[in-house]
């Protein structure tokens, strides 16, 4: 009762504080035009793609766990969002520190109506922030049904504060600040809307957690081969694809930061790379692997090509598009079969042959099928980006190592036994109903698991 | 069969004549700009909000209930979004009578094209018209499982007709005609996009709603302590709260009636105030309430920060908006146990603490924490919003209890106890699959309820 | 795995190769405006709408059938789209040859930057692209819990390839080349939106589809009176629904091709027509027809409303808008019997009576409420009206009557009876859960079928 007080009283105090700690009323110099409506509008379709994300996993996963796979993506957002908006913002796009981190623009201070910032001001922002939240994402679905609370939260905040921001300060640095220094893009690396910035990040870092967290109880038998788990519903996964797929409109679309005659032919590349990429998925799939993978293949090879041709967009032909989307389909069946089989790594919802795989693919096909200027060969812009690919994976990798370790340690990554079986319950205890419905007690549930 | 022929007749009859009445063809003279494009767009995202509450009020409520609650929230835009539009429309924006009541604008004429009124036209129509019908909605919400489709239907059509906009003139009644007398708008009250004008009043309505229905069948013990009841899918809640969400984009941002440089500014500050609630609300709720509430009182926390800074998001900071986010996640949390474990009344979705409580304290941070004009002090414009939210709530609870009142006199409020049970059927008859399913007979049933 | 190498090789060759045919960047002289920025996100709107379609079949079939269906929706709009957009889209707006077929802007070439043709570019190709594939996605509703895979794919094909642009050159063929002729669009026939060219034509062709390859089985009893199945969940219909009524504004306020004074009417109009006809098909089948109908035909009349208003939407008064609605939506529930009661064909998504008969019955409302130039008496607009729904339903029911009877010759169109009972794999084999699940071996199926 006394902490209640406490905290509510402590809360009230900083919200009447904050009033004198009010900025004088935002001007916008900068005029209005096209540009803003489209970037924001791209930024709302971004920003749904939660909902994508969300429905696609919440499918995917058994359906005990759907409404912890649910409730955690919610999180990430509400954290990475406040996170990246008052701290990983301005590591991101701050005026550079030598290239290697950003150091002003936190608290959303000095991005609107900037004179040396970006003329779209807070909307500029506002799209970012739906950006760096996909990235998070990404890692949630690769960890579900087994990652606790506490863990995941941290994660969730390091990516937001810190792993996320900083790469991106080095490929996209000069976005707000156009005379920022930002080594891999002063070098030529080329991610127009973020393969590697955003889907690699988020899959490698997933990559390291579900290592380190290991498969889900019973998903590989004695001899390590994969038992099947039920998707609870593909049909649900499927509006979340519909749902990432419109907000794909956005994300590469909004990432020319304009509307010019170049971003119909963005979106047009980005249809065609998706719809060629889960052609290849399907029927590679059909005819020369396991059709018991056949829904999350095509699916997932779907997604594969949306995140390939998201680098290289701006770009490419169509049928340099359709190139990276038929490609990227096999891509993806291969590093899923990879992952599963060879690897014996568990992820539920595929992420990291989607993320990672196409990621690093749509990534180097900037210098296979994009329009280069005329004095880069393709092989050196073969080499810059296969280095921006490489220094990404290298970075996530390492820190998240270190994150999930000490988190290991202090905190603990996993669930009981009990809760993977039963479906998580954030909060930690099984309400009473719930366990009438499974209508077997916790010591029945610890015999069934030897 | 006589009937049928006489109703079909009398329709396409009408439909005919309707051709003699047809208007001539509508004329545009206000240049077309990017104000259009946005509030068009707005009024989109404002009407794509029925989806995210259908989807929030069918995971909260029980399985068998679904069904029922997503049809009830067509048939509420349907009815509701055709009289707003052929005469609620008139009422609340209509040439003012006194500053009580609007007086023309009835069936769409003189929307488009008026010299007088907004350059947006019949694209300020729409907006407004998507408006409406959320405050309807949310009286469904909280009257679900057990109110009958009739009386609802009528309550929905006296809200749509009366209730939202003779307040709404009051509130916002110079939107169309700049030079109408609106006399609480002419006080000085402020709430910007209708965190009093839209969520309190559907919130009120529904509160005197269940209070004369009374709680679900089971839903309190003996001891007048709640029974919890299953909610069918807090994932598919989700999937509503990010539509709802998003919905809040075009809600706040296009209540700017303009793109102007603030529009990115108040859905940046939606968006804090959104993520700061939910934070607040879940860990609140995780350390110092019952954790059973942990799931309900999140997301509708969340929900609680954005209709709190509906009514300020234009006058605050970014802080201010923290700071709304912040308080309004606890004012929720303690309302949401006060109307359960306090006053007992039963509110499925949790309509009243998310769009009643967290409405009016909105409202009351324009004063707190908004920035003001210099000649007004934060203490009188404190009183004006008092007054404001107090005018809202003695309307509509006293015009609500007579509505209430007379339909229990008349049809009754409430289903029989068989359809509560096993799921209301609209149209009274359980169809006899349905019945074989449950594997019950009525007899049974009522043998059941005793 | 030679055949493995094989196409990968070929795969990646083919990739390789293309960067030499890489078209030139593309460049773009056109002014952009505001309507690049609407058209655009009308396109997105539409695109959308398969999600709709989605959530709206998946709901309506049996539960065991949601994951095929919801599978085939997004196999069609991958080959739908492909096709289209590589091909059937210059059959439609490509140099007409004799007004009869298009003959250029095939693969995407001359779209972007066309000095003769359409200034929103490659904006008019993504949003004919979306029309196209909504066209396709009607068809598989109608179809859904018996039709392969491989046929359906087959058909799908076609009807993007040839049935939707030949038509559609007919009526829409100088949309893109003002200059070009268009046999229908020249004597005068007017569909704004697509009630025949995008609506009627998905019907036509479902309708001999389901004609050809007969009911579910168990759908008609021996004395062939239809059997109900338990639509898996109405709720989830609702949501495809609201998704589908979003898509619609841009849908409908796209086709304007511009934003103007007029794009706000045609919404307004839109969702009047929409409202009208669910108020009608709700009552209308609530007094007057079988009660256990009234969900699907609530929900098909909401639909069919606006499927009505496409043809028209810019063309009459709100009072027009209202005539349209409440016709339709009673020759929305009078054809829904027609097709179920009279003509014993089994069409589990009730698509037929929404885009086939309502498609036709706005397609005349042109002639019957709109505004129609002084020259032209409604006489002879009827006349007009009438033979382009003609054309359109003898047309499409021809050739698909060829295509589906050679499919049916060689490929066969139905899947096993097994499937169909325990729902469909794409990929043709029950995977050991599902068996499990069904708890029935092959064998007692076929026992139980007999």
């Known amino acids: 009762m006394k902490r209640k007080i406490v905290v509510t009283t402590l809360l009230l105090g900083w919200a009447t504080v904050s009033v004198a700690a009010d900025t004088p009323d935002p001007t916008f110099s900068f005029p209005i035009n096209i540009d803003h409506v489209w970037v924001l509008l791209s930024a709302a379709l971004v920003f749904f793609m939660q909902a994508g994300f969300k429905a696609f996993e919440v499918g995917m996963v058994r359906h005990e766990h759907g409404n912890a796979v649910a409730i955690k993506n919610i999180i990430d957002w509400i954290i990475g969002s406040l996170i990246f908006l008052f701290l990983g913002f301005g590591v991101m796009f701050g005026k550079s520190s030598y290239g290697i981190i950003g150091t002003d623009l936190f608290f959303g201070m000095g991005i609107q109506d900037n004179p040396d910032g970006s003329p779209l001001g807070s909307i500029f922002f506002l799209f970012q922030i739906a950006f760096a939240t996909t990235a998070l994402t990404i890692v949630s679905g690769a960890m579900s049904e087994r990652t606790g609370f506490i863990p995941y939260m941290t994660a969730s905040a390091l990516v937001a504060l810190l792993i996320y921001p900083v790469f991106g300060h080095w490929a996209w640095g000069n976005l707000f600040y156009a005379d920022n220094p930002a080594w891999l893009a002063d070098l030529g690396f080329i991610d127009f809307a973020g393969s590697t910035v955003v889907h690699s990040i988020g899959a490698w870092v997933a990559l390291v957690g579900i290592w380190k967290i290991g498969p889900r109880l019973g998903r590989f038998d004695e001899n390590g081969n994969p038992v099947a788990f039920k998707a609870s519903s593909y049909a649900y996964s499927v509006m979340g694809l519909l749902i990432l797929w419109l907000g794909w409109w956005g994300f590469n679309g909004g990432s020319q930061l304009a509307l010019d005659g170049a971003v ?12 060629a990429a889960g052609l290849v998925a399907f029927f590679h799939c059909y005819w020369f692997q396991k059709r018991e993978d056949l829904y999350p293949k095509f699916l997932g090879g779907i997604i594969g090509g949306l995140v390939a041709i998201t680098a290289c967009c701006s770009m490419v032909s169509h049928l340099g598009a359709l190139a990276v989307g038929l490609t990227a389909g096999l891509i993806h069946n291969y590093a899923y079969d990879l992952i599963l089989y060879k690897c014996k790594l568990d992820d539920p919802v595929g992420a990291i042959p989607v993320h990672g795989f196409c990621g690093v693919w749509g990534t180097l096909c900037v210098a296979l099928f994009g329009q280069l200027s005329p004095e ?8 810059i980006q296969l280095l921006g690919c490489g220094v990404a994976f290298g970075f ?5 190592y270190v994150m999930f370790s000490v988190l290991e340690k202090t905190v603990g990554l996993r669930v009981s036994p009990e809760e993977e079986k039963t479906g998580i319950i954030i909060g930690g205890e099984v309400a009473a ?11 029945e549930l610890l015999e069934l698991m030897k």
Chains 1, 2, 3 share one sequence.
């Open 264 to 275: 119909g032919e963005i979106i047009l590349n980005t249809n065609i790379a998706g719809a």
């Open 376 to 383: 880069t060969s393709r092989l050196t812009q073969f080499g």
């Open 396 to 400: 996530t990798t390492i820190v998240s």
């Open 433 to 443: 109903e719930e366990e009438e419905e499974i209508g077997m007690s916790e010591a």
